[in-house]
């Protein structure tokens, strides 16, 4: 155009420096970034996650569930009449017995995340969907030894494990009212006779403990317990399972005890249970600080031995809607460690979501060791007939 200033030249390749340049830069702020982030969730972890999950609403106290409406199999994530019972669920290769000779009653982890409110309503879908994923993967182990009853409770949200506010006592409470509801109805349902097997995960398994303490302890009932599964919760040897009226399962063919562990990789963090552990006052009355923790081998059945990954039966490799899975046997070992939680050693490979801070592997304490869970089931079980 007449009149226009020339145009600078520009060097060939100098867009594309420059571009690599920002590119660079780019990369290194978000390394920053992600080393910062990482650092701020060591510091602040806790802190973010309270903020995240706590609700902020005030507690709704809610009228108890009278133990009758629990005959209603809508009030049931699984029972042995249930269409579609999510805990019949099991890999290829495996199948669920057609007539169990016993009876379970399971308590599955939290599955309500809202902190819109302190407790999840009993037809959330959301929470009820991930109940049933819990129970493909948890108390599908169980069902060649039992028929499996699973019931809806008004768990308390996931933020409630996150404060020390007494709206989280009052929500934990108003979700056991609920366990104890079903629990009398499941025991009216299954007869006078037929051996029962517990198990619960997380807040389940802290449900279990407060059952086992007040329903079982003392009570006609024990006789008829072939083993509770409280996993993924720590009990106190000392502070806790006096008062739980069984003894720590001591070997692999025992019946009518306790079995327990959390499941670590390593390195392994478990600061972060051990600072509210330590802090709180067991069911005995006594604290908890120092105490040492029931740890059973999962793929021994005893407390405190070593096993090989060589020795696991198998690990359950789901698929994320557990509408297939694979068994992989062994992949994984186990093994006692510190105060009392299970070692599995590195990082398993195939596993790597959901994974807690300090490699805690919680979310899968059943389903790492579920073909040896199985069997302990079936061998306990068999030894309890034979009692």
Not at 89 to 115: E, I, K, N
Not at 128 to 133: G, I, K
Not at 228 to 251: F, H, K, M, Q
Request: net charge positive; aromatic share 10%.
């Amino acid at each position: 155009m007449v009149g226009a200033a020339p145009k600078t030249a520009v060097a060939p390749g100098w867009s594309v420096c420059n571009l690599a340049r920002k590119f660079l830069y780019l990369v290194a702020f978000l390394i920053a970034m992600t080393i910062a982030a990482a650092f701020a969730y060591r510091l602040f972890g806790a802190q973010m996650m309270r903020a995240a999950l706590v609700p902020s609403a005030a507690f709704e106290p809610l009228p108890g569930v009278p133990s009758a409406r629990y005959a209603d199999a809508k009030m049931w994530v699984a029972r042995p009449d249930k269409p579609g019972n999510p805990a019949r669920w099991t890999p290829a290769g495996h199948q669920p017995a057609a007539d169990p000779q016993a009876a379970l009653f399971f308590l599955h982890p939290t599955s309500y995340l809202d902190r819109s409110r302190w407790n999840a309503p009993l037809d959330d879908a959301v929470a009820n969907e991930r109940a049933a994923l819990f129970l493909r993967g948890q108390a599908s182990a169980f069902n060649e030894s039992a028929a499996i009853w699973a019931p809806r409770y008004r768990q308390a949200t996931f933020g409630a494990f996150l404060t020390t506010q007494g709206e989280a006592q009052q929500a934990l409470d108003l979700a056991y009212g609920d366990v104890t509801a079903a629990f009398d109805e499941f025991l009216r349902e299954i007869g006078p006779d037929r051996p029962i097997i517990l198990a619960g995960h997380s807040q389940g398994a802290l449900h279990l403990m407060r059952l086992l303490r007040s329903r079982v302890a003392g009570q006609p009932i024990a006789r008829r317990i072939v083993a509770a599964y409280v996993v993924g919760w720590p009990i106190s040897r000392t502070a806790d399972l006096p008062a739980l009226g069984l003894p720590e399962c001591a070997n692999a063919d025992q019946s009518g005890c306790i079995l327990s562990w959390q499941s670590f990789a390593e390195p392994a963090d478990p600061s972060l249970i051990l600072e509210t552990f330590d802090a709180s006052t067991g069911l005995t009355g006594a604290a908890r600080r120092g105490t040492a923790i029931v740890c059973t081998n999962p793929i021994t059945g005893s407390p405190g031995a070593n096993a090989p990954a060589s020795a696991n039966r198998g690990t359950l490799f789901p698929t994320a809607d557990f509408k297939t899975a694979r068994i992989g046997a062994g992949q994984v070992g186990a093994r006692c460690s510190g105060r009392g939680f299970i070692l599995i050693g590195p990082p398993p490979t195939d596993i790597g979501q959901y994974v807690l801070p300090g490699n805690n592997y919680h979310v899968f304490d059943y389903s790492l060791f579920w073909a040896n869970v199985r069997a302990d089931a079936a061998r306990r079980l068999v030894n309890f007939r034979a009692r």
